[in-house]
């Protein structure tokens, strides 16, 4: 994470708690090849379980409440970097889920009144993180996010968790 | 200047960041007095330590405990080599392992006193904030914080905000624990407890033994808490008593800063099940009462000790599982197990159709998922969360042990009132 502004085109899916075995279900727990895990993004959620195996790349996805609540599992994560995904926009997301991407270089942004902000899927967005901002280029319209701890950009500049303790004396 | 709530007294006693850097929202490093890992995500933990520290030590081998709970059967070759992984690390570092067949990690610490009050202790298991219900601060985390935590013992945590809950009245059997924790669950989800640590008052709390403090503190991840705090008291101190342990009086601040106080009325509370397809779509027993239901389940670090089955016996004494229902049960330890074998459940429930399995996880890690069957199956578990298609294809409803106990003999959801009357409160 070296850009201080980023942008991608959107991909919504616009649903309340989803939790990690509608991400990554427990039945596939032995798989942990981040290219395996990829095509079974959201396999198990209702009217998304193609997401897994379209082209993502380079997109920025936006959820619901409580994102991620549920199991401590790391692939519900790994899958979405496999996707090549910029950021995770949600209302919020569930604790575990936070630190799991935190410590993987997952971006996520907590932005309460991100599903009734104007927005379809295939717009541009750009999240600016210095001043907490996501506009809508094709919208023009923007508001204002969660802004990003410090600790947690020191993680993410250094690649992750286990970098930064590669990198830095504990 | 303004308390502290428990949460915050815990992380201040294991954090180099200063009073005034203590507040919701902050992100800070704490030192860690335990550091667990088990089947489920340990070989990644070993993979990842040994990638990016070879050759190094952990930070304390006597700070970290393998459990391996998650596949007590081995039911997949591949979560053997998973285990033997864990046997081989643990040997080589002189770390402790409670091999397959000891039970959960989470229910482990506390029933070996592996782990105190005030503690903060982190392992692979999002329901390690259940021991939030003994005052100590329990984390689920990911593989990547595991490694970096066997290298350094540090974490870091956003400090949560503190929801003060206060559980005003009573209820009488045949209502039961499970159906205050689901109740609550309800009513915190619809109230938004997203990242919060919770902390439960009331005088119920005062009667309410360490299992079920365990069973009300576990349902809070469902609500997408982090933790569910009851403040260590006399109880606490007379459990500990058994290991010959003092344990330290920790507790909020009189003027500690709440985000919210809430009142939850729980007077005469009935039963509850969660409904497919989420654990907070908690309801009455009475809108789903008659559904048929085809497997149950009796166990998990939700209702899996020695209370939750010597209360399912007293449902089953001298009745038939019916022939339709498929009734599984799976101790949380060892030390389960044994009391249940000591005082006589084990044979009451074997007698009535039951069926045990080895202590351990459950199935809400595919460990012992076979047990809820195929798409034309509906099964009824203990544990915590039935979102749909997780631990089988069919609807699965969430219930206390007494109620499962109920519709395991009527083969379909019912209300335990014509055992109780034929039983007798104790």
């Known amino acids: 994470m070296s850009e201080e502004k980023i942008n991608g085109q959107v991909k919504i899916i616009r649903v309340d708690d989803i939790d990690t075995d509608q991400i990554f279900h427990q039945s596939l727990l032995t798989i942990h090849d981040p290219e395996e895990i990829k095509p079974h993004i959201f396999g198990n959620l209702p009217g998304h379980q193609s997401f897994g195996k379209e082209n993502n790349e380079n997109k920025i996805v936006i959820v619901g409440k409580n994102f991620g609540k549920g199991s401590t599992r790391q692939q519900a994560v790994t899958g979405f970097l496999a996707h090549k995904i910029k950021a995770i926009i949600g209302e919020s997301f569930g604790p575990i889920y936070y630190s799991n991407a935190v410590n993987a270089g997952l971006l996520l942004i907590e932005a309460p009144g991100i599903l009734e902000f104007k927005i379809d899927d295939n717009d541009t967005l750009e999240i600016d993180l210095s001043n907490a901002m996501i506009s809508n280029e094709n919208k023009g319209t923007a508001m204002k996010c969660k802004s990003i701890p410090k600790p947690v950009i020191d993680i993410m500049k250094a690649g992750g968790l286990l970098e930064l303790g590669e990198k830095t004396e504990f | ?426």
């Not at chain 2, 007379?238 to 009142?263: G, L, R, V």
């Not at chain 2, 006589?344 to 076979?370: D, H, R, V």
């Not at chain 2, 199956?377 to 409803?397: A, E, F, H, L, M």
């Open chain 2, 1 to 426: 200047m303004v308390g502290f709530t428990l949460v915050e007294k815990i992380i201040r006693k294991h954090t180099e960041s200063s009073d005034e850097e203590i507040y919701p929202g902050n992100i800070v490093w704490v030192n860690l007095d335990l550091v667990t890992a088990r089947d489920y995500a340990g070989p990644q933990v070993i993979d990842l330590f040994e990638k990016h520290y070879p050759g190094s030590e952990t930070f304390d081998n006597k700070k970290i405990i393998f459990t391996p709970d998650c596949y007590p059967y081995g039911n997949d070759p591949k979560h053997a080599i998973d285990q033997e992984k864990l046997r081989v690390f643990a040997k080589k570092h002189d770390i402790q392992l409670t091999d397959l067949g000891s039970g959960i990690g989470s229910h482990l610490l506390f029933k070996r006193g592996l782990s105190l009050p005030g503690d903060i202790v982190i392992g692979a298991d999002s329901h390690y904030n259940l021991l939030g219900a003994l005052g100590i601060l329990g984390q689920g985390a990911g593989d990547l914080m595991l490694a970096f935590a066997v290298k350094t013992g540090k974490y870091w945590i956003k400090i949560p905000e503190t929801v003060k809950v206060e559980l005003k009245g009573d209820y009488k059997w045949p209502t039961t624990v499970k159906d205050l924790a689901l109740y609550v669950l309800k009513q915190l989800h619809e109230y938004g407890i997203t990242g919060c640590s919770v902390e439960f008052h009331g005088e119920i709390i005062s009667r309410l033994s360490i299992e079920e403090r365990v069973t009300l503190c576990s349902l809070i991840t469902e609500a997408s808490g982090s933790i569910g705090f009851v403040a260590p008291d006399h109880i606490t101190a007379d459990y500990y008593k058994q290991f010959n342990i003092e344990i330290d009086s920790i507790s909020a601040d009189e003027d500690a800063n709440y985000s919210s106080e809430i009142m939850i009325d729980i007077q005469d509370l009935g039963l509850y099940l969660a409904c497919p397809p989420h654990p907070h779509n908690v309801k009455p027993i009475e809108e789903v009462v008659g559904t048929e239901i085809h497997s149950i389940v009796i166990g998990s670090c939700t209702n899996g000790t020695t209370l939750d089955f010597q209360q399912a016996a007293r449902i089953l004494k001298n009745q038939k599982v019916n022939p339709n229902v498929r009734l599984g049960l799976i101790p949380a330890t060892r030390e389960d197990f044994v009391s249940l074998n000591a005082d006589g459940t084990m044979t009451t429930i074997l007698e009535a159709g039951g069926n045990f399995f080895g202590a351990g996880c459950s199935t809400c890690a595919k460990g012992q998922y076979g047990l809820t069957g195929g798409k034309t199956t509906v099964s009824i578990t203990t544990g915590n969360r039935n979102t749909q298609g997780k631990i089988g294809p069919g609807d699965v409803y969430l219930a206390s042990p007494v109620v499962a106990a109920a519709s395991a003999i009527e083969g379909k959801i019912a209300i335990p009132i014509k055992e109780y009357e034929q039983m007798g409160d104790e």
